[in-house]
């Protein structure tokens, strides 16, 4: 059997100073077993993701140690942005991707976050599948009130940390640490200049669906005083209405577990949907790297005998079915983690 594959995606809330990024990636690949797939930084939201693929244990060496570099270097009392975030190294969640599973993710956020908490005395809470109370599965609900209402939300009993002081650091902040399954960044573009089309789309596909409105368009709601809803045809996907540029609309996603919704499916139902609306699907756009498993399941819904198709065969049916070379060349070997990661 291969070696486990699991991947880590810190964020730290820094993306303005290019000396300060670099140096932690830099502490990233001085890391030997350790692939640095990339590294997203945004001046406006002054944030950098940071994502890096290796062994188990390797892993967890690199991610303790860009975060004490982080934590070095970033001061939270200097940070303003658009994100929302709560720490200088905000959160930090471990990803099954080959030969592993969410068990052992749940594993490395633990430890990653006691050495956090015991050795360098920072607040970490443990979130997503990592979580051991249900209030704080969801990151939103740990992150509300950001960095500013965490001196006062530290002290409630519930909202002691997992791992650290019960005390507000204001150097630093807090840290999340977690584990998740891979979030595929998959958009569609449409040909149209109507973002509200785009949407229309999107409400239909999504797991939250869109409000249900009476005849006069105003909210139904329930006995319990909370807005119906009308629910979308995919579970696990996140979809907005979104803009590529000023004359393409596109339906933007998040992909929270391919094997229950993957890139295939949302493509021919987009597809199917914009034929209503009389419109065409004139690409395929992922953000970000894809497991290979992903890929493999498109390839095997678009190639006309994938019984017989060889691994490459299933990639190339797959971009050509999800149209993913339409805005320039798509280079598997540097966009699917596995092969990205040799």
Same mark, same amino acid.
């Given at each position: 059997?291969?070696?486990?594959?699991?991947?880590?995606?810190?964020?730290?809330?820094?993306?303005?100073?290019?000396?300060?990024?670099?140096?932690?990636?830099?502490?990233?690949?001085?890391?030997?077993?350790?692939?640095?797939?990339?590294?997203?930084?945004?001046?406006?939201?002054?944030?950098?993701?940071?994502?890096?693929?290796?062994?188990?244990?390797?892993?967890?060496?690199?991610?303790?140690?860009?975060?004490?570099?982080?934590?070095?270097?970033?001061?939270?009392?200097?940070?303003?942005?658009?994100?929302?975030?709560?720490?200088?190294?905000?959160?930090?969640?471990?990803?099954?991707?080959?030969?592993?599973?969410?068990?052992?993710?749940?594993?490395?956020?633990?430890?990653?976050?006691?050495?956090?908490?015991?050795?360098?005395?920072?607040?970490?809470?443990?979130?997503?599948?990592?979580?051991?109370?249900?209030?704080?599965?969801?990151?939103?609900?740990?992150?509300?009130?950001?960095?500013?209402?965490?001196?006062?939300?530290?002290?409630?009993?519930?909202?002691?940390?997992?791992?650290?002081?019960?005390?507000?650091?204001?150097?630093?902040?807090?840290?999340?640490?977690?584990?998740?399954?891979?979030?595929?960044?998959?958009?569609?573009?449409?040909?149209?200049?109507?973002?509200?089309?785009?949407?229309?789309?999107?409400?239909?596909?999504? @797991?939250? #669906?869109? %409000?249900?409105?009476?005849?006069?368009? +105003?909210? &139904?709601? =329930?006995?319990?005083?909370?807005?119906?809803?009308?629910?979308?045809?995919?579970?696990?996907?996140?979809?907005?209405?979104?803009?590529?540029?000023?004359?393409?609309?596109?339906?933007?996603?998040?992909?929270?577990?391919?094997?229950?919704?993957?890139?295939?499916?949302?493509?021919?139902?987009?597809?199917?949907?914009?034929?209503?609306?009389?419109?065409?699907? @004139?690409? #395929?756009? %992922?953000?970000?790297?894809?497991?290979? +498993?992903? &890929?493999? =399941?498109?390839?095997?819904?678009?190639?006309?005998?994938?019984?017989?198709?060889?691994?490459?065969?299933?990639?190339?049916?797959?971009?050509?079915?999800?149209?993913?070379?339409?805005?320039?060349?798509?280079?598997?070997?540097?966009?699917?983690?596995?092969?990205?990661?040799?």
């Amino acid at each position: 059997m291969s070696e486990a594959l699991i991947e880590c995606v810190p964020n730290f809330s820094e993306g303005k100073n290019t000396e300060v990024i670099q140096k932690i990636t830099r502490s990233i690949k001085e890391i030997e077993g350790v692939t640095l797939l990339d590294v997203d930084s945004s001046e406006d939201f002054n944030r950098t993701v940071i994502s890096f693929v290796g062994s188990p244990e390797n892993v967890l060496i690199a991610a303790k140690k860009c975060a004490k570099k982080g934590l070095e270097l970033i001061d939270m009392r200097k940070h303003s942005g658009e994100h929302a975030r709560m720490g200088a190294v905000d959160v930090v969640p471990f990803i099954p991707i080959s030969n592993c599973n969410m068990k052992d993710c749940i594993s490395l956020a633990e430890r990653f976050g006691k050495y956090l908490g015991e050795e360098l005395n920072i607040p970490v809470y443990l979130y997503a599948n990592a979580a051991r109370t249900n209030e704080r599965k969801l990151l939103p609900n740990i992150r509300k009130g950001e960095y500013e209402g965490f001196n006062d939300k530290i002290k409630h009993d519930e909202w002691k940390p997992d791992f650290g002081p019960q005390e507000f650091i204001a150097k630093s902040g807090v840290t999340a640490s977690g584990a998740r399954s891979v979030l595929i960044a998959f958009n569609i573009n449409l040909d149209t200049d109507d973002k509200s089309l785009a949407n229309s789309i999107a409400g239909k596909i999504r @797991t939250s #669906g869109v %409000l249900k409105k009476d005849k006069e368009g +105003n909210k &139904i709601i =329930d006995v319990n005083g909370k807005p119906e809803r009308i629910q979308g045809k995919f579970s696990d996907l996140q979809a907005a209405g979104w803009m590529y540029d000023q004359t393409t609309a596109q339906v933007s996603m998040n992909l929270l577990n391919f094997s229950k919704t993957g890139m295939h499916d949302v493509m021919e139902e987009i597809k199917k949907e914009a034929t209503k609306l009389n419109l065409k699907v @004139t690409a #395929g756009e %992922l953000v970000g790297l894809v497991p290979l +498993n992903a &890929i493999l =399941d498109s390839g095997k819904f678009y190639h006309s005998n994938p019984s017989s198709a060889s691994v490459e065969d299933l990639v190339n049916a797959a971009i050509d079915g999800l149209m993913l070379s339409n805005l320039g060349e798509f280079d598997s070997n540097r966009r699917i983690i596995e092969w990205a990661a040799k």
